[in-house]
């Protein structure tokens, strides 16, 4: 059995003893991990590879009577051994896995276990530094080695011996079997990186509970580095009950080398759905030369028109807020708030003027409860549309009869409501958006009149539906193709059905654009408000690519998609809100393969 060992250290003259051999007090071993560890030694060379990350030797490895020899600290720190100094004794010792060694200094004498080894065979002094050879320490601290043919080089792998990890946490409320803490421990997936290269961080953390590891915490940790130089990164974890680990870190090298800009960066590597910031050295180069533009062909079918009903402000008392008829296909987008003293309800009243009754039928719908944060919810519910199951729910409605549609929860005043509503019907009815006082029936109807909501956006549009077929195997450079672009598409006219004024759907808001993105190769798709906002809904792939509540500004883009190579073609929809302010872009960046 080994025996513990005790070191006695004296000042003076035996400290500098000590200092001279590297073991100016006890080595503590640090956290080490009880994953595999790698490691490459050169003969007369400094640099070490640990892990795929490189260390300096105070001390090189050297040949020595053709065995290969390392430096003993070196190895006890690695390793996770105790090594200790006996300065009255001017002995250094070690204990090992598989052995307790006393190095003698002055006799120049080695015993392994009591045992007497021949010290001029196994160990050797460079630099006021002790060495050993490897293939007599490898059985002894459980290493396994292989040397290059020329004998040059030995790589080492073992397995680590937990240590100071396994220090017992002061949080244990179960003083029978104390908790011990967690173990922070990362390895980089490569020793160096270029300019604008993604860094690849290889999470080796655990804990010894099994407790999990909720909680991270990094410190100096980018997802790539534009500078050229040595980047410390440390990392603590907490377990499932708090304890907290010791730091543990370790510093990446970058080159001074190009690989990528900060511009560039997120085209490449950030996920779907990040947002980040639109820099003007990729976006000059998408407005810019005549050849990134690509053919799109455009489509504004007029066969399901856009019944939009918006009061940006208030609907200032009961009544009827806005009227239009509908025969077939129609898009119904109501949203109003109430901005009346009590509560109300918004409703979307069907009257069927004919002698013979109209079926109604709803193939798509999503819609916003009450809410004060209405402008905030406009994004969700266009989410909630694109994202929804079609449906095909009936309704008839019969002759002069009027029915309610829909009927909001009771709104409080300053709240919103918002639907939308995709229906077909086999006969004309009358659609109209209404704020009713709660409880009314349609009888109550007739006496409410006519009101004005402030700052309405009310309106009949031809277009619902904008079909895009872009064509994108000449794609060389960046190119952007614009919602709202006058140079592209013509704008969404319309008529006030009240006033029979002319309007436009300047935001383009309830419109739902359908993309498809032909011959794509390798590139990156962004979304891009090029000199304003876009609040909405965007889909992918039938994905939901989330935007911010709050909207995306010209200072911002988010990334929607980047193809591989192998598809054929990529499926978008977008839906604007009220509040988008067109033109926005969808960016589409090609991707060097290099």
Same mark, same amino acid.
């Given at each position: 059995?080994?025996?513990?060992?005790?070191?006695?250290?004296?000042?003076?003259?035996?400290?500098?003893?000590?200092?001279?051999?590297?073991?100016?007090?006890?080595?503590?071993?640090?956290?080490?991990?009880?994953?595999?560890?790698?490691?490459?030694?050169?003969?007369?060379?400094?640099?070490?590879?640990?892990?795929?990350?490189?260390?300096?030797?105070?001390?090189?490895?050297?040949?020595?009577?053709?065995?290969?020899?390392?430096?003993?600290?070196?190895?006890?720190?690695?390793?996770?051994?105790?090594?200790?100094?006996?300065?009255?004794?001017?002995?250094?010792?070690?204990?090992?896995?598989?052995?307790?060694?006393?190095?003698?200094?002055?006799?120049?004498?080695?015993?392994?276990?009591?045992?007497?080894?021949?010290?001029?065979?196994?160990?050797?002094?460079?630099?006021?530094?002790?060495?050993?050879?490897?293939?007599?320490?490898?059985?002894?601290?459980?290493?396994?080695?292989?040397?290059?043919?020329?004998?040059?080089?030995?790589?080492?792998?073992?397995?680590?011996?937990?240590?100071?990890?396994?220090?017992?946490?002061?949080?244990?409320?179960?003083?029978?079997?104390?908790?011990?803490?967690?173990?922070?421990?990362?390895?980089?997936?490569?020793?160096?990186?270029?300019?604008?290269?993604?860094?690849?961080?290889?999470?080796?953390?655990?804990?010894?509970?099994?407790?999990?590891?909720?909680?991270?915490?990094?410190?100096?940790?980018?997802?790539?580095?534009?500078?050229?130089?040595?980047?410390?990164?440390?990392?603590?974890?907490?377990?499932?009950?708090?304890?907290?680990?010791?730091?543990?870190?370790?510093?990446?090298?970058?080159?001074?080398?190009?690989?990528?800009?900060?511009?560039?960066?997120?085209?490449?590597?950030?996920?779907?759905?990040?947002?980040?910031?639109?820099?003007?050295?990729?976006?000059?180069?998408?407005?810019?030369?005549?050849?990134?533009?690509?053919?799109?062909?455009?489509?504004?079918?007029?066969?399901?028109?856009?019944?939009?009903?918006?009061?940006?402000?208030?609907?200032?008392?009961?009544?009827?807020?806005?009227?239009?008829?509908?025969?077939?296909?129609?898009?119904?987008?109501?949203?109003?708030?109430?901005?009346?003293?009590?509560?109300?309800?918004?409703?979307?009243?069907?009257?069927?003027?004919?002698?013979?009754?109209?079926?109604?039928?709803?193939?798509?719908?999503?819609?916003?409860?009450?809410?004060?944060?209405?402008?905030?919810?406009?994004?969700?519910?266009?989410?909630?549309?694109?994202?929804?199951?079609?449906?095909?729910?009936?309704?008839?409605?019969?002759?002069?009869?009027?029915?309610?549609?829909?009927?909001?929860?009771?709104?409080?005043?300053?709240?919103?409501?918002?639907?939308?509503?995709?229906?077909?019907?086999?006969?004309?009815?009358?659609?109209?958006?209404?704020?009713?006082?709660?409880?009314?029936?349609?009888?109550?109807?007739?006496?409410?009149?006519?009101?004005?909501?402030?700052?309405?956006?009310? *309106?009949?549009?031809? #277009?619902?539906?904008?079909?895009? @077929? &872009?064509? +994108?195997?000449? $794609?060389?450079?960046?190119? !952007? =193709?614009?919602?709202?672009?006058?140079?592209?598409?013509?704008?969404?006219?319309?008529?006030?059905?009240?006033?029979?004024?002319?309007?436009?759907?300047?935001?383009?808001?309830?419109?739902?654009?359908?993309?498809?993105?032909?011959?794509?190769?390798?590139?990156?798709?962004?979304?891009?408000?090029?000199?304003?906002?876009?609040? *909405?809904?965007?889909? #992918?792939?039938?994905?939901?690519? @989330? &935007?911010? +509540?709050?909207? $995306?500004?010209?200072?911002? !883009? =988010?990334?929607?998609?980047?193809?591989?190579?192998?598809?054929?073609?990529?499926?978008?929809?977008?839906?604007?809100?009220?509040?988008?302010?067109?033109?926005?872009?969808?960016?589409?960046?090609?991707?060097?393969?290099?």
């Amino acid at each position: 059995m080994l025996r513990m060992l005790t070191s006695s250290l004296k000042t003076g003259t035996l400290v500098s003893a000590a200092a001279a051999f590297g073991l100016l007090f006890p080595a503590a071993a640090g956290a080490v991990s009880v994953a595999p560890q790698h490691i490459e030694l050169f003969a007369e060379k400094s640099a070490v590879t640990v892990n795929g990350q490189q260390v300096r030797l105070e001390q090189p490895a050297v040949i020595a009577g053709d065995s290969f020899y390392i430096p003993l600290r070196w190895l006890a720190d690695t390793r996770g051994l105790e090594l200790n100094w006996d300065g009255d004794a001017n002995t250094i010792r070690l204990l090992t896995p598989k052995a307790f060694i006393e190095f003698d200094l002055g006799s120049r004498s080695i015993t392994v276990n009591g045992e007497s080894a021949d010290y001029s065979s196994v160990a050797d002094i460079r630099n006021d530094r002790l060495l050993v050879k490897l293939s007599w320490i490898a059985e002894y601290a459980e290493l396994q080695y292989k040397l290059a043919a020329d004998g040059q080089s030995a790589q080492i792998s073992f397995i680590g011996t937990p240590s100071s990890a396994y220090k017992e946490s002061d949080l244990t409320k179960d003083d029978a079997q104390p908790n011990s803490r967690p173990i922070a421990l990362f390895a980089f997936g490569k020793s160096s990186y270029k300019l604008g290269e993604k860094v690849d961080y290889v999470d080796l953390s655990y804990d010894p509970d099994a407790e999990g590891l909720p909680d991270y915490e990094w410190n100096g940790k980018q997802d790539a580095y534009y500078k050229p130089g040595i980047y410390p990164v440390t990392l603590r974890v907490k377990d499932g009950k708090g304890n907290e680990s010791e730091p543990f870190t370790r510093s990446v090298t970058i080159e001074d080398e190009p690989y990528l800009s900060e511009a560039q960066f997120p085209y490449y590597y950030d996920a779907p759905g990040a947002v980040f910031k639109a820099n003007d050295d990729v976006l000059n180069a998408v407005y810019g030369p005549e050849e990134s533009k690509l053919p799109v062909l455009v489509r504004q079918p007029e066969d399901k028109p856009l019944v939009l009903g918006s009061g940006s402000r208030f609907a200032a008392g009961l009544g009827y807020l806005y009227q239009e008829k509908v025969n077939g296909e129609a898009r119904l987008y109501p949203q109003y708030t109430n901005g009346g003293r009590t509560e109300s309800q918004l409703a979307v009243v069907m009257r069927n003027n004919n002698e013979k009754a109209v079926k109604v039928t709803t193939t798509r719908q999503a819609e916003s409860g009450p809410s004060v944060y209405g402008a905030v919810r406009l994004g969700k519910t266009a989410e909630d549309f694109l994202s929804s199951t079609p449906r095909e729910d009936e309704l008839v409605i019969e002759p002069g009869a009027a029915v309610y549609y829909k009927i909001s929860p009771n709104m409080a005043p300053g709240q919103t409501f918002q639907g939308l509503y995709d229906i077909r019907t086999d006969g004309e009815i009358s659609v109209s958006y209404a704020m009713i006082a709660p409880g009314d029936t349609t009888y109550n109807l007739s006496g409410y009149p006519l009101v004005a909501s402030n700052g309405a956006k009310n *309106g009949t549009f031809p #277009v619902s539906e904008v079909g895009w @077929t &872009i064509d +994108a195997h000449s $794609l060389k450079w960046p190119a !952007a =193709v614009g919602m709202g672009d006058p140079s592209l598409e013509p704008p969404l006219q319309g008529y006030d059905a009240m006033n029979k004024q002319p309007l436009e759907n300047r935001n383009h808001a309830g419109v739902r654009y359908r993309i498809q993105l032909e011959h794509t190769g390798k590139m990156a798709i962004a979304l891009h408000p090029r000199t304003g906002f876009f609040q *909405g809904a965007v889909r #992918v792939n039938g994905n939901i690519i @989330t &935007i911010p +509540a709050a909207g $995306l500004t010209e200072n911002e !883009a =988010v990334l929607l998609h980047r193809t591989g190579g192998g598809e054929n073609s990529v499926d978008i929809e977008i839906m604007a809100v009220d509040g988008t302010q067109l033109p926005v872009d969808l960016v589409l960046y090609p991707l060097q393969a290099n």
